[in-house]
């Protein structure tokens, strides 16, 4: 295929910062003065053609670049329900009452007004929300106004609300006497919400996603390449098994993930499983891992349990067949589409999916693979042995006395990783999962700290830990 | 002009001018107001003093016309008497004459407007008919003023009294439209932009003839302006006093005196000259109405572009919202509601595991994640939960007690060193027993001469090695040297060593 190369045009010596700049518009749609940090937006700018060109033109996706934000819109082929702080505050996720706020909340800001006091937005917001079956919002029930306040500190984040006077926490106590003014920049409420199609012409959740090219036509073979491209950008492990069989094909061509590397910075990881893009800084990811966080470390010591497992029975452990990315997403997708409103949809102008969409393609083709199963019991098991190695107090206060809502925790942590799997009963160790199995070192030099009271530190660990601190 | 002699009513007078519109907060308004449509029916067949039972027939007649007119059941004459009370209608007793008493003592009243009641009717009547595409701004009307103007000079300096009386009336009724219809089409407009947020239709079928409309008026008014000003300018030069004078002379209202004509008509050239001319305490009236009218074009423009951004995808923007937050509540589970949320709104951010190997060419890409070794990660961080950083620097502690003692111990032992080295220098290592110092001194030298040596043509050189006292060479040899320490012997084959005191500097 002849086409140019990502980032053809940058010098080499300004690789490194162009690469920093498209993991910044990669991990963070929408940039502005203020976010993610102050001054990203400028170094993002400074690039921003070639990322824009460069996006276009590997991933399909289009870059909004004005000198107030950078939005990246992207094209999306699968639904994604594991992206939990697209949508959260404060690191905690919004519940379904808090999205649909949002939603109504954005959707009231009139556009003749440019400031908008909280008492005049309730006022206009709380009849679209007693509309919807359910839903409501009572000014006397704190829950619902708790909702608002992290569904405007939310909007007040991505820079689409600044808060001029007054203050949420004033009125959260007590709303007759308490209020706050914002101004309403709209630029950035348009960018905020950028569908693929409109949610009103729709009959599935579907038609917000990229509809793939029937396989005859001219550009099947370009878009499989760029399916491939995203999936490799965007998730953490891309699994030949787990893919649809064109996108598993473009995967293998060697020069598509030197191409993405070259794009992002981030280093390529072949295996005979799949290939991913390492990110050695852990910057480019929404859910760093290794991290310093409670969650994040009690997932790396039961993965290292678990490698500890499987190496000691061998791979006699049945397995079961890896689902596929498009079986996930068929399920996803049922699931939202049950909640579709049909009253709402302009029956007129409705896109429906086309029929090959729902085909999770043919199983012939494709390479069976079995991942390892650990059932739900040993887990418990596993998580009841690290906290008796570690000390309860080791996991801080939250969760010293929860150690199965911790493994359910981490273990939802490592399925967003694509480490392991749910399955009912237990889990699926997914391969990617056994190149973290060097944290074994950490239980080893444990246990055997506990039995030897002399300090004598093993030249291995020792090596890692300055292994470790240099990287 | 009428406006401003209401200024002037005292708050008594504007209570009983208030209550001729009382009839229009009674029970059934609806039905008063038939029966005075059919009073003014009849007015305008020139009979003004009506009986209970003409109403009635001009009701039915109306009743015919209109679906809308209300059965009276009797109690017609209640509702005459009642509009009597509020001062819409005079009641008079019938002044034909009844020929006999029992006529005359049933004589029934008869009613006729008050000229306020009807000013009252007429005014309900203007609110009822009033219609927002009325509005307008008289763009045609600049032309007519100007020609009054030029016929008032040419009037004044002929001295025809009812031709300025004439042209004054006319440019008085003009001026007044003109204000009257610029002050309704701005509250119509203002009106129009407040409203659009949920209709915009109307607003957006009319929009190219409001700003045609509003673009020609300011055109039509900055070409007149000047014109007008220079006009006015004109008539009164040819005398205003005059002027004034001549046309209270032609006006015939009979009610009021000479003087109180002359001032009102000195009022009206007032109005009429704050229009076109600039005062020193302002713009005229015809710059502001120009710069409102700028204004509002530009609002307009602007509430143009917003809703046609908004209405981009066919569907209002805040609708699809509603829509979608509709969706995501009746979402069955949290997950499904997220993702649901993440592709409408398209965010999402890109997700990498960390660590990478540092030599990751060295494994095959066709090895399994089974077979191929981990990743360096640092078990610290696994172990305590500490990320092995540097951290942040600690605290400087002046501890000048401990830096003085380790100073002067730091101080003896160099003092040691030197004296030691002295002594090597001075005696030799050979024949003799080092003791701790010199074999210190002698060890580290001799470590800095071996890394310091080379090879030359396969075979090692000598090396040397040096502090600021003393030089030692190492010399290939073949008998080896020995030197006895307090220690034990120390064996060197295949060197001797030459020790010798360090020449060209200085002794400390």
Known sequence: MARRKAAHGVAPGDLADYQNAVRHVLTCDLITAQRPRRGVLEQVLRWADEISADLRELLDYSLIATTHQVRLVRRLDHLDGTQRSVFSYRRRRFDRRRLAYLCLVLGSFQRSRVEISLGDLIRSFAPAANAIAGLGFDPTVNTHKAAVVDVLNWLVDRGALRLSDGSLESWLRDSDRGDALFDIEHDTCALLFKPARQPQHLTSAAGLLHEPPGPESPSGRGDAARRARRLLVERPAAYYAAAEPDVAEALRAPELAEDMARLTGLVVERRAEGVMLADPAGACTDRPFPGRDVVSRAAGLLLAKIADLLEEHGQTTPGMPLPTLAEDHTGLLDRADAGLPHEGVVTELAWTAAEQDRDPGEPRERERADAPFVAESRLRVLIDELYEEFGAASFTTAWRNDPHGLLAEALAFLADLMLLRHVPGGVLVLPAALRYRNITAALHAQSSRAQLSLDITDPATDAEENDGAAS | ?508
């Open chain 2, 1 to 508: 002009m009428a406006e401003r002699r209401a200024l002037e009513l005292d708050p008594l007078a504007v209570g009983d001018r208030f209550l001729l519109f009382n009839f229009t907060r009674r029970d059934d308004h609806v039905v008063y107001l038939w029966v005075l449509r059919a009073v003014d029916r009849l007015r305008e067949v020139h009979q003004v003093q009506v009986d209970a039972e003409q109403v009635a027939g001009a009701l039915d007649e109306l009743s015919r016309e209109y679906a809308d007119v209300p059965e009276l059941d009797g109690g017609l004459r209640d509702r005459l008497d009642r509009l009597h009370d509020d001062g819409v209608l005079l009641r008079f007793d019938d002044p034909s004459r009844a020929g006999s008493l029992v006529r005359y003592r049933n004589r029934q009243s008869v009613y006729q407007f008050s000229e306020l009641g009807y000013w009252a009717y007429v005014s309900v009547e203007g609110v009822l008919a009033a219609r927002v595409q009325d509005a307008n701004l008289s763009r045609l009307v600049f032309s007519d003023i100007l020609e009054d103007l030029r016929g008032l000079t040419a009037a004044n300096r002929a001295g025809d009294g009812e031709q300025i009386y004439r042209r004054l009336t006319r440019l008085d009724s003009v001026l007044e439209d003109m204000g009257r219809r610029s002050a309704r089409f701005h509250v119509t407009l203002g009106e129009i932009m407040q409203t659009t947020e949920t209709s915009p239709e109307v607003f957006l079928q009319h929009k190219n003839a409001l700003l045609t409309h509003m673009t020609e008026f300011t055109a039509e008014l900055d070409r007149y302006l000047p014109r007008l000003s220079e006009a006015v300018q004109e008539v009164e030069a040819t005398g205003l006093a005059t002027l004034l004078d001549r046309a209270a002379r032609a006006d015939d209202r009979p009610f009021i005196d000479h003087e109180g004509r002359l001032e009102e008509w000195r009022r009206r050239w007032a109005v009429l000259r704050a229009w076109f001319t600039r005062d020193d305490d302002g713009p005229s009236r015809a710059d502001e109405l120009r710069s409102a009218t700028r204004v509002a074009v530009s609002a307009v423009i602007a509430l143009l572009r917003q809703i046609t951004e908004f209405q981009r995808g066919g569907v209002n923007h805040a609708s699809q919202l509603r829509h979608l937050a509709h969706w995501v509540w009746d979402a069955p589970d949290e997950d499904a509601a997220h993702a649901l949320m993440g592709a409408a709104f398209n965010l999402r951010s890109a997700r990498h595991l960390g660590v990478a190997h540092d030599d990751a060419e060295d494994i095959s890409p066709r090895a399994s994640w089974w077979d191929a070794p981990g990743v360096e990660v640092s078990v610290p961080l696994f172990r305590s939960g500490r990320q092995p950083t540097p951290g942040v620097p600690a605290p400087l502690r002046g501890n000048r007690g401990a830096q003085h003692e380790l100073r002067k111990r730091q101080a003896a032992a160099r003092a040691d060193e030197r004296r030691a080295a002295g002594d090597l220098a001075e005696d030799g290592i050979h024949g003799r027993v080092l003791d701790e110092t010199q074999t210190r001194v002698l060890l580290k030298l001799m470590t800095k001469a071996l890394e310091g040596r080379t090879v030359v043509a396969g075979r090692l050189t000598g090396g040397v090695g040096s502090d600021d006292a003393l030089l030692i060479r190492l010399v290939p040899a073949d008998v080896g040297s020995t030197v006895r320490t307090a220690h034990g012997t120390l064996h060197l084959p295949g060197l001797r060593v030459e020790v010798n005191p360090r020449t060209g500097r200085r002794k400390p």
